[in-house]
T-cell receptor, first 115, second 111 residues
Framework: NAGVTQTPKFQVLKTGQSMTLQCAQD?????MSWYRQDPGMGLRLIHY???????DQGEVPNGYNVSRSTTEDFPLRLLSAAPSQTSVYFC??????????????FGQGTRLTVV | GQQLNQSPQSMFIQEGEDVSMNCTSS?????WLWYKQDPGEGPVLLIA?????ELTSNGRLTAQFGITRKDSFLNISASIPSDVGIYFC???????????FGKGTKLTVNP
């Protein structure tokens, strides 16, 4: 009963390095999304996907790329990390609108520090 | 982008007290969700609301979907120390898959 799994849980990067945050869900959800959480800012949407092969930008997409080659996986890529990307990142998944409910289920988060 | 105004930002209460927090928007939402986040964890869904006027309980928690569809509130009765955490409201507008989140209410319960 894994739900949404994020890896790694913690990561330290140097400015300019690249990395991929992994997210996988086993609930056959079509909708997946990435949020970042900063103190006092709540959860802000970075990118989202309504199904395999379809992605779109959220509120704060700059500096991040995503792809959705399978229903299960939705990786988030930082091409050139910057200190402003220091944050806690959450992946979430939910059924699509056709199912009738859209509660989002969250992973445990990845705490990223860029130095 | 669309924002939800959640208040209060933080609360410090004594064990046993009741708690009330709310979320408002200038736009109509079709779904209201309430989440709790424990330290170091991801948000966990507490209550989901889908109809204007709907009142739903989950143990000591009660949430309501405002009749205007522009607000929602969450009440916690007889608080206990494990209620400590950050509570988020989230809303979804009609035709959109995206959830918009409030900035959270940080709850501290003193034993």
């Amino acid at each position: 009963n894994a739900g949404v799994t994020q890896t790694p849980k913690f990561q330290v990067l140097k400015t300019g390095q690249s990395m991929t945050l992994q997210c996988a869900q086993d609930m056959n959800h079509e909708y997946m999304s990435w949020y970042r959480q900063d103190p006092g800012m709540g959860l802000r949407l970075i990118h989202y996907s309504v199904g395999a092969g379809i992605t779109d930008q959220g509120e704060v997409p700059n500096g991040y790329n995503v792809s959705r080659s399978t229903t299960e996986d939705f990786p988030l890529r930082l091409l050139s990390a910057a200190p402003s990307q220091t944050s806690v990142y959450f992946c979430a998944s939910s059924p699509n609108l056709r199912v009738g409910n859209t509660e989002a289920f969250f992973g445990q988060g990845t705490r990223l520090t860029v130095v | 982008g669309q924002q939800l105004n959640q208040s209060p930002q933080s609360m410090f209460i004594q064990e046993g007290e009741d708690v009330s927090m709310n979320c408002t928007s200038s736009s109509i939402f079709n779904t209201w969700l309430w989440y709790k986040q424990d330290p170091g964890e991801g948000p966990v869904l507490l209550i989901a609301l889908y109809k204007a006027g709907e009142l739903t309980s989950n143990g000591r928690l009660t949430a309501q979907f405002g009749i205007t569809r522009k607000d929602s509130f969450l009440n916690i009765s007889a608080s206990i120390p494990s209620d400590v955490g950050i509570y988020f409201c989230a809303g979804r507008q009609g035709g959109s898959e995206k959830l918009v989140f409030g900035k959270g209410t940080k709850l501290t319960v003193n034993p």
